[in-house]
């Protein structure tokens, strides 16, 4: 089921207080899913399939994923300090988010996911290889590598280009990012 | 793979730099003090046609009131630390929030954001740099004042002193927003403050109602500038008329700009449209919701057969005029009636108002917003028209002349499309003046077409500049390059007088193609 808005709305499950069935079992049918969440609290935006592995990656390495729906990055203001958010977004999204974190927020990292090429810009050191050789999905790859980046403390600049073979169309281009508030 | 090492500012040691850092954490607190990769991150997020590594910072500074600004130029006289002002850092497709070139501090003053007055009976108001539209329509609303911003397309985000000070304009009949501002306070380089116009009278109750004071008039030194630190800015504001009108008028061929621009000028002039009235080619109209592969995938310039689906498609013109009538009801209806006659002589324009507009396609929702002060973001829909998060903005000004706008908009379209770039386009209609601008959208991502667009880019300067055409603003790749179209007398006189109020050059080096 593609996690749309709309759909979303239909079923009345959009944002915050809980996450739609569809994801939940997505997430609930994988391995360490029923492990009680070690590191608490991700912020989930997105509305395509991508964000379902997204969280679901987050999931298997401690984090409880808290879907939110498309990102709008306006409300994020009015989100805590310290709050860790991850997803997927449009270039006009990516634009607003890091501007709105200027001065406000930490980008721990960004990634640019075109046709099996996977741009990673990390400002948490370096990126390690698992996005282009585990098995399953490349977002729930990325979502373990942005769970392991959302703990380290190391800093610094790096960027990483991966290849994988593309599991969607070559113009399809995604963006996701992590970031902390 | 790559990771970057520490950036320090041009010419000064490790040791140094961080005896300054110091210094700024005892001025500020540790917090407000930005050194951390991951923290400086959003600074960097460029979409002009530049190297990624000449925009990084070596940190940033948060400011929360004027003192703390001019204890920091002190600091930075003294240790020869540059710094690049930002007010609210949205100044997206010129240059962002990032800074000038790599090493450089910015001075981020989004936390000084007190609204320090609104006067309800002048219409007039003085704020901090870091005050957004948002915050202050939100504080006008909270009060009930009958008075309206002039928000730019990207607003609720922006504020209106960093929109002033880089000369933007806005959609009401206060567009040009320069010509709106009243009396500055600036922390100069060497940690002085002067107050512009009546603000050096102590308790002037006219620093925001008369902009002249006495003297020399100085309050355009400090835009589009280096030479201070503007710290307050008054401002007026536009009374909510009685009625309002916003409307939209199509035109279908391509030629039509010369007809339009001949109707609307006299128009302008005399008032009768009193808004900053845009003409909004198909492209750029689309381009706010539809995505370009939709309609065409090569990596050329999208052709006319597919300009002419969308516009079927969309319900829009080739040139979609939005404009607005301000005033009593009687005002409306006599102006509407000049308006209507003057358009419809030809027999070319689709006049509309009301429920008719709204059912076109196109912008007629935000545009009407947008006219009567108030804010949304739809403009950042461009951004995925091509996507690649390459955007820079070409912004020639021309005289509002028919023959002129056709000869701008041709040669726009003969350069960008050698380069392979669409025409994403509208002008700006002043009172006697045009702004044209064009939104140079690329992919960033793709190493060649980021290259073509650096070239597009620096050959549309230059080929505007032969007809006559400057620019009246520009991103901070191309800024040596459009001070440079200006001539040497002109740039003389601003290296002069940046030697005479910032000698050692700690003020945003680079702007505008200033420095020592």
Same mark, same amino acid.
């Given at each position: 089921?593609?996690?749309?808005?709309?759909?979303?709305?239909?079923?009345?499950? @959009?944002?915050?207080?809980?996450?739609?069935?569809?994801?939940?079992?997505?997430?609930?049918?994988?391995?360490?899913?029923?492990?009680?969440?070690?590191?608490?609290?991700?912020?989930?935006?997105?509305?395509?399939?991508?964000?379902?592995?997204?969280?679901?990656? @987050?999931?298997?390495?401690?984090?409880?994923?808290?879907?939110?729906?498309?990102?709008?990055?306006?409300?994020?203001?009015?989100?805590?300090?310290?709050?860790?958010?991850?997803?997927?977004?449009?270039?006009?999204?990516?634009?607003?988010?890091?501007?709105? @974190?200027?001065?406000?927020?930490?980008?721990?990292?960004?990634?640019?996911?075109?046709?099996?090429?996977?741009?990673?810009?990390?400002?948490?050191?370096?990126?390690?290889?698992?996005?282009?050789?585990?098995?399953? !999905?490349?977002?729930?790859?990325?979502?373990?590598?942005?769970?392991?980046?959302?703990?380290? !403390?190391?800093?610094?600049?790096?960027?990483?280009?991966?290849?994988?073979?593309?599991?969607?169309?070559?113009?399809?281009?995604?963006?996701?990012?992590?970031?902390?508030? | 793979?790559?990771?970057?090492?520490?950036?320090?500012?041009?010419?000064?040691?490790?040791?140094?730099?961080?005896?300054?850092?110091?210094?700024?954490?005892?001025?500020?607190?540790?917090?407000?003090?930005?050194?951390?990769?991951?923290?400086?991150?959003?600074?960097?997020?460029?979409?002009?046609?530049?190297?990624?590594?000449?925009?990084?910072?070596?940190?940033?500074?948060?400011?929360?009131?004027?003192?703390?600004?001019?204890?920091?130029?002190?600091?930075?006289?003294?240790?020869?630390?540059?710094?690049?002002?930002?007010?609210?850092?949205?100044?997206?497709?010129?240059?962002?929030?990032?800074?000038?070139?790599?090493?450089?501090?910015?001075?981020?003053?989004?936390?000084?954001?007190?609204?320090?007055?609104?006067?309800?009976?002048?219409?007039?108001?003085?704020?901090?740099?870091?005050?957004?539209?948002?915050?202050?329509?939100?504080?006008?609303?909270?009060?009930?004042?009958?008075?309206?911003?002039?928000?730019?397309?990207?607003?609720?985000?922006?504020?209106?002193?960093?929109?002033?000070?880089?000369?933007?304009?806005?959609?009401?009949?206060?567009?040009?927003?320069?010509?709106?501002?009243?009396?500055?306070?600036?922390?100069?380089?060497?940690?002085?403050?002067?107050?512009?116009?009546?603000?050096?009278?102590?308790?002037?109750?006219?620093?925001?109602?008369?902009?002249?004071?006495?003297?020399?008039?100085?309050?355009?030194?400090?835009?589009?500038?280096?030479?201070?630190?503007?710290?307050?800015?008054?401002?007026?504001?536009?009374?909510?008329?009685?009625?309002?009108?916003?409307?939209?008028?199509?035109?279908?061929?391509?030629?039509?700009?010369?007809?339009?621009?001949?109707?609307?000028?006299?128009?302008?002039?005399?008032?009768?449209?009193?808004?900053?009235?845009?003409?909004?080619?198909?492209?750029?109209?689309?381009?706010?919701?539809?995505?370009?592969?939709?309609?065409?995938?090569?990596?050329?310039?999208?052709?006319?057969?597919?300009?002419?689906?969308?516009?079927?498609?969309?319900?829009?013109?080739?040139?979609?005029?939005?404009?607005?009538?301000?005033?009593?009801?009687?005002?409306?209806?006599?102006?509407?009636?000049?308006?209507?006659?003057?358009?419809?002589?030809?027999?070319?324009?689709?006049?509309?108002?009301?429920?008719?507009?709204?059912?076109?396609?196109?912008?007629?929702?935000?545009?009407?917003?947008?006219?009567?002060?108030?804010?949304?973001?739809?403009?950042?829909?461009?951004?995925?028209?091509?996507?690649?998060?390459?955007?820079?903005?070409?912004?020639?000004?021309?005289?509002?002349?028919?023959?002129?706008?056709?000869?701008?908009?041709?040669?726009?379209?003969?350069?960008?499309?050698?380069?392979?770039?669409?025409?994403?386009?509208?002008?700006?209609?002043?009172?006697?003046?045009?702004?044209?601008?064009?939104?140079?959208?690329?992919?960033?991502?793709?190493?060649?077409?980021?290259?073509?667009?650096?070239?597009?880019?620096?050959?549309?300067?230059?080929?505007?500049?032969?007809?006559?055409?400057?620019?009246?603003?520009?991103?901070?790749?191309?800024?040596?390059?459009?001070?440079?179209?200006?001539?040497?007398?002109?740039?003389?006189?601003?290296?002069?007088?940046?030697?005479?109020?910032?000698?050692?050059?700690?003020?945003?080096?680079?702007?505008?193609?200033?420095?020592?």
């Amino acid at each position: 089921m593609k996690l749309t808005r709309r759909q979303l709305l239909k079923n009345g499950l @959009l944002l915050g207080s809980s996450i739609p069935f569809s994801m939940s079992a997505a997430w609930a049918g994988q391995t360490g899913s029923t492990e009680v969440p070690q590191h608490g609290q991700i912020n989930l935006y997105g509305t395509a399939d991508s964000t379902t592995e997204l969280g679901l990656g @987050l999931r298997q390495k401690g984090w409880a994923p808290r879907y939110e729906g498309r990102l709008d990055p306006l409300m994020l203001s009015a989100l805590p300090g310290g709050t860790l958010a991850a997803g997927f977004t449009d270039e006009a999204g990516l634009v607003l988010l890091t501007s709105l @974190l200027v001065g406000r927020g930490r980008i721990l990292a960004l990634g640019r996911h075109t046709g099996g090429v996977h741009h990673l810009m990390s400002q948490r050191g370096p990126l390690v290889e698992p996005l282009a050789v585990e098995a399953g !999905s490349w977002q729930a790859a990325l979502g373990r590598e942005y769970a392991r980046l959302a703990l380290t !403390s190391t800093t610094g600049r790096h960027a990483q280009q991966f290849h994988r073979p593309t599991e969607t169309p070559l113009n399809t281009s995604e963006l996701s990012f992590l970031v902390r508030l | 793979m790559s990771t970057a090492p520490r950036i320090l500012p041009k010419g000064v040691a490790e040791a140094d730099f961080d005896t300054a850092l110091g210094r700024f954490r005892e001025i500020l607190d540790a917090d407000s003090v930005l050194t951390e990769s991951d923290q400086l991150a959003p600074y960097t997020k460029i979409m002009m046609a530049g190297d990624d590594a000449d925009y990084i910072p070596s940190g940033a500074l948060l400011p929360t009131t004027a003192e703390q600004v001019q204890e920091i130029a002190r600091t930075c006289n003294e240790f020869k630390v540059p710094i690049w002002t930002i007010s609210t850092g949205k100044n997206l497709g010129y240059g962002s929030a990032a800074p000038g070139e790599t090493g450089q501090v910015i001075l981020d003053l989004h936390r000084m954001n007190r609204i320090i007055n609104v006067n309800p009976d002048v219409c007039t108001a003085l704020i901090e740099p870091g005050v957004t539209y948002q915050q202050l329509y939100d504080y006008i609303q909270e009060k009930g004042y009958k008075l309206w911003l002039d928000p730019p397309a990207p607003s609720a985000i922006a504020g209106p002193v960093g929109n002033t000070l880089d000369r933007g304009v806005g959609y009401t009949p206060y567009g040009e927003h320069f010509m709106f501002q009243c009396g500055m306070e600036v922390v100069l380089a060497n940690g002085e403050m002067v107050r512009t116009g009546m603000g050096g009278i102590e308790n002037s109750s006219s620093w925001q109602v008369f902009k002249w004071g006495y003297g020399p008039y100085i309050d355009g030194l400090f835009t589009q500038s280096n030479y201070g630190i503007v710290t307050k800015m008054g401002l007026w504001l536009m009374p909510e008329p009685p009625a309002y009108r916003p409307f939209l008028i199509q035109y279908q061929d391509p030629e039509d700009i010369e007809e339009i621009v001949e109707v609307l000028r006299p128009l302008r002039i005399s008032q009768i449209i009193p808004n900053a009235v845009v003409i909004v080619h198909t492209l750029w109209d689309a381009g706010t919701h539809v995505v370009r592969k939709d309609y065409y995938d090569g990596t050329d310039s999208i052709p006319r057969e597919a300009i002419e689906r969308i516009k079927r498609d969309e319900g829009i013109g080739e040139w979609n005029v939005y404009a607005a009538l301000y005033g009593t009801p009687e005002q409306i209806e006599v102006n509407w009636n000049i308006v209507e006659q003057a358009f419809s002589k030809s027999g070319k324009a689709k006049i509309m108002y009301g429920e008719e507009a709204e059912k076109r396609g196109g912008g007629f929702e935000y545009r009407s917003a947008l006219m009567k002060g108030d804010m949304n973001l739809q403009e950042f829909g461009l951004y995925n028209w091509r996507g690649g998060g390459g955007s820079m903005w070409f912004a020639p000004v021309s005289q509002a002349k028919g023959s002129e706008t056709k000869d701008q908009t041709a040669l726009a379209q003969q350069i960008l499309g050698k380069y392979g770039f669409d025409y994403v386009a509208e002008y700006i209609v002043g009172w006697r003046d045009m702004h044209h601008v064009i939104d140079l959208l690329y992919n960033r991502q793709d190493p060649d077409e980021t290259q073509r667009a650096y070239d597009c880019f620096a050959e549309l300067i230059d080929e505007f500049a032969k007809r006559g055409y400057g620019l009246y603003r520009t991103n901070t790749e191309f800024m040596e390059q459009v001070a440079g179209t200006f001539g040497e007398p002109l740039r003389n006189v601003h290296t002069a007088l940046k030697n005479a109020l910032d000698p050692n050059g700690i003020l945003s080096p680079g702007k505008s193609g200033i420095r020592q």
